[in-house]
């Protein structure tokens, strides 16, 4: 039986990679999750997963108290964060996963702008809706959240608690997408930036959730650029994605020599019915995406 040995400067484990399940995307109450960093690795222990990356948004944050609630744990804790970035005018998400933590900085310091930048576009978004009737103020949305600045999706929940819209998905659909008239997405850096800046860290830089923002004819065009970027990986097991998404993500991996990942992109209350580990059921990551993860990063050096 093939047993594969994980060390990190939080602790060890040794996990039998046979059978085995991971999540190596979810979201904290760092971005626009709900739940703690420890509150995850308690869930992902509750879910029998084997390992599980914190991956929120344009922050390191929240990886301390996640790595330091990993050391006490079965599970694996994976150090991650999702870039947003663009693409031809398309928002395509980055995400690095082992980042050593003497670079965490380093990350806080490549998206100081870009939180500059998604300040102004909250400001102006708040703006807009108070002009159309909606009473909604800057410190309720930025109550719920521990990042640094907040996004749509605790201004969805803002507009949900004061009975302006009935869930979270019909506040986006109604008026926080775009094109709605009230949100002006901010400044993003480059998807290709994203990716050589997680290589120079040696992190594993996988395109997170494709085909959900790229149609298959743009995927042909994006991933030969992005991978001469260092590109290791894209996601083919994702909550969103049916059979035909994942066969076709595999496929397109497969085609270009890139690895697969995946993960539920759980975000708690946020994304509700949506689990850790298995998404709304069906998903099911194996271990092995983690040890080729882990394989693309120089986690150690």
């Not at 804790?77 to 082992?98: A, D, N, R, Y």
């Not at 001469?228 to 496929?251: C, H, K, N, P, V």
Request: charged letters at 25%.
């Amino acid at each position: 039986m093939r047993r594969f040995l994980t060390v990190f400067s939080y602790g060890f484990g040794i996990m039998d990679s046979m059978g085995r399940t991971v999540d190596l995307h979810c979201h904290s109450n760092f971005s626009d999750g709900t739940l703690t960093p420890t509150e995850l690795v308690k869930l992902a222990e509750k879910q029998g997963l084997s390992a599980l990356a914190l991956t929120d948004h344009n922050t390191s944050m929240g990886l301390r108290e996640f790595m330091e609630a990993g050391a006490k744990s079965s599970v694996i804790t994976i150090p991650g964060c999702e870039f947003s970035t663009e693409w031809k005018g398309k928002e395509i998400h980055i995400v690095g996963l082992f980042f050593n933590e003497k670079y965490w900085n380093e990350i806080e310091d490549f998206v100081e702008l870009m939180h500059v930048a998604k300040h102004n576009s909250n400001i102006l978004l708040l703006q807009k809706l108070n002009e159309a009737g909606y009473d909604i103020k800057y410190e309720e949305a930025e109550a719920l959240t521990d990042a640094g600045e907040f996004n749509r999706a605790h201004v969805a929940r803002v507009l949900l608690a004061k009975g302006y819209v009935s869930s979270v998905s019909e506040a986006f659909d109604k008026l926080l997408k775009e094109g709605k008239g009230f949100y002006t997405p901010a400044k993003r850096i480059t998807s290709l930036a994203a990716i050589r800046f997680i290589k120079v860290y040696g992190a594993t830089a996988i395109m997170a959730h494709p085909l959900l923002n790229l149609t298959y004819t743009e995927m042909l065009e994006f991933l030969p650029q992005a991978k001469e970027a260092g590109l290791d990986a894209i996601e083919t097991q994702y909550t969103e994605f049916d059979e035909e998404m994942r066969a076709t993500a595999a496929s397109l991996a497969e085609s270009f020599g890139l690895k697969q990942s995946g993960g539920s992109d759980f975000h708690g209350q946020t994304k509700p019915g949506i689990a850790l580990g298995t998404g709304r059921g069906d998903l099911s990551v194996p271990y092995s995406f983690y040890e080729d993860m882990l394989g693309c990063a120089d986690f150690y050096k």
